[in-house]
């Protein structure tokens, strides 16, 4: 069976249904605080911020989603936990915000021992890399509306508010540099199982000598690099790639970014393409394609970066033309 270019809605996600439906949600979210503490910029950046005197908060949420399946399968929720808190601290390190709490929320039809105490491991090893306190959480057994389990979490963080950083400085000219994933990460994971599922299997190996199923298995790299980078060179903007892929750095400014050298994406970007014959558009617009962070700052802070962050090389450049660009490819 051949996978046409709208692979990813055929797998059950549409992204452009999604954007339509967040706006819808946005659109309505109206009301503002009065006194102290309140909201800070608008809804729609990687997380919100909040008005601390002369520090912000920041709050973020997020989860491991269809990738949960994939554990199953395989048996083994061990690492999924990092996958949560590595969704939740990248999106905070974009805008230089330093994550310091976590709270889990753990969703299941049926209550599992062994499983609860594999996520436990995983959840405690993210909060080390990412050097955060789990300070709480909720388990909710929901059969009848929720089979199986979900696992997503909430992440605060703070930062002083002339350090942080939002994309607003971003110009043309400013150099892309982008940073290896590990992978797949938590993204896209309905298509690649989708994928798996029609031609192969989770055991069937790719040329890394891993199986698919652990590829995809393969837990979210957490960038905490990143706090040090910004406090040492110029940074003008940064993005956690995610659902959307490079779509994901239109949030940071109305500015185009072109990426004419993009990372070499691992095998097991190759193979869902070959095998599911998906577009190049469709996999930049999905995926995170190898790169899963990236920098975007002025050609000063580049030597910097490069040198501080393992595998960071250039990728591209901000344009003045708006989008975001595969060489000559618009990805939309």
Partial sequence: MRVT??????????????????????????FRRKGHHTMLGNVGHFAGLIDFGTHALALTTDGVGTKMLVADRLADWSTVGIDCIAMNVNDLYVMHMEPIAFVDYIATDRLSV??????????NEGARQANIDIVGGETASLKGLVNGLDLAGTCVGVQAKDRIVTGEKIRPGDKIIGVPSTGIHSNGLSL?????????????????GKTLGRELLTPTRIYHESLAVADRCTIHGMCHITGGGL???????????????????????????????????????TFNMGMGYAYVVPPASVDTVTTMVKGAR???????????????????
């Fill in 192 to 208: 690649a199982r989708m994928i798996v599922e029609k031609y192969a299997d989770y055991d069937e190996k790719l040329s890394t």
């Fill in 314 to 332: 250039v990728v591209g450049e901000v344009t003045k033309k708006s989008g975001a660009w595969l060489g000559d490819l618009q990805v939309t």
């Fill in 114 to 123: 062994e499983k609860m105490a594999q996520i436990g491991i995983g959840l």
């Fill in 247 to 285: 779509l994901n750095f239109l949030r940071l400014c109305p500015f185009g970014f072109r990426f004419d050298a993009p990372l070499q994406p691992p095998a097991i970007f190759r193979w869902i393409q070959e095998t599911g014959k998906i577009s190049d558009a469709e996999m930049y617009r």
């Fill in 5 to 30: 270019k709208n692979a990813y809605s055929e797998a059950g996600v549409d992204i452009d249904l999604e954007a339509t439906a967040i706006k819808a949600l946005i659109r309505n979210l109206t």
